[in-house]
């Protein structure tokens, strides 16, 4: 089984600052991950799929890149609306999540 | 517009069994995988299960095989999950996943709280 390790656990940040959120997977997956947000009591939203690419009426603060094994997602600016947990998912082999990465404000 | 909507969650003691359901609506239901993922109190997202546009493949993961199956009713528009010899780790928000045909998941629904406890 792949395993996703998301860092940190928790990313305290100002509104109007930027993010950057890792995920690492303990073998290769290519380009196949996902970035997905989740608010409580919400439908989990994909932002990110294929490492870097934009979801439709994701906002254009949210990027990504990666290959390989590292990963990151980077929120610049970030706005209310984005305090969330976020968790990377790799559809390489099988499907598995990271832990997740709880943006709070800070 | 996109919706999946999941119901029959509840609390059940250990050894019970549930069926969740989940109605889908805003795509053409019958040409997509469907899967199940569920997330522990406190944990990550996990893949249960899924199942083929027609039902003719179906996969779990190895903690639920033999406990858990998945179905679907293409004509209802309608995703499944019957879940019998229910344990405590089993407890979870279930979520109704819609598969992009690249792997990834494209649409959730609100998820549906299974509690197993006596």
């Known amino acids: 089984e792949i395993v996703m390790t998301q860092s940190p656990v928790t990313l305290s940040v100002s509104p109007g600052e930027g993010a950057t959120l890792s995920c690492r997977a303990s073998?290769?997956?290519?380009?196949?991950v996902a970035w997905y947000q989740q608010k409580p009591g919400q439908a989990p939203r994909l932002l990110i799929y294929?490492?870097?690419s934009r979801a439709t009426g994701i906002p254009a603060r949210f990027s990504a890149s990666g290959f390989g094994t590292e990963f990151t997602l980077t929120i610049s600016s970030l706005q209310s609306e984005d305090f969330a947990v976020y968790s990377c998912?790799?559809?390489?082999?099988?499907?598995?999540f990271g832990q997740g990465t709880k943006v709070e404000i800070k | 517009e996109v919706q999946l909507v999941e119901s029959g969650g509840g609390l059940v003691q250990p050894g019970g069994s549930l069926r969740l359901s989940c109605g889908a609506s805003g795509f053409t239901f019958s040409t997509f995988w469907m899967t199940w993922v569920r997330q522990a109190p406190g944990q990550g997202l996990e893949w249960v299960a899924n199942i083929k546009q027609d039902g003719s493949e179906m996969y779990y993961v190895d903690s639920v095989k033999g406990r858990f199956t998945i179905s679907r009713d293409n004509a209802k528009n309608s995703l499944y999950l019957q879940m019998n010899s229910l344990r405590a780790e089993d407890t979870a928000v279930y979520y109704c996943?819609?598969?992009?045909?690249?792997?990834?998941?494209?649409?959730w629904g609100r998820g549906t709280l299974v509690t197993v406890s006596s």
């Open positions: 294929d490492a870097s």
């Open positions: 073998q290769s997956v290519n380009s196949n």
């Open positions: 996943v819609k598969d992009h045909p690249w792997g990834y998941y494209d649409y």
């Open positions: 998912h790799q559809y390489k082999r099988g499907k598995t």
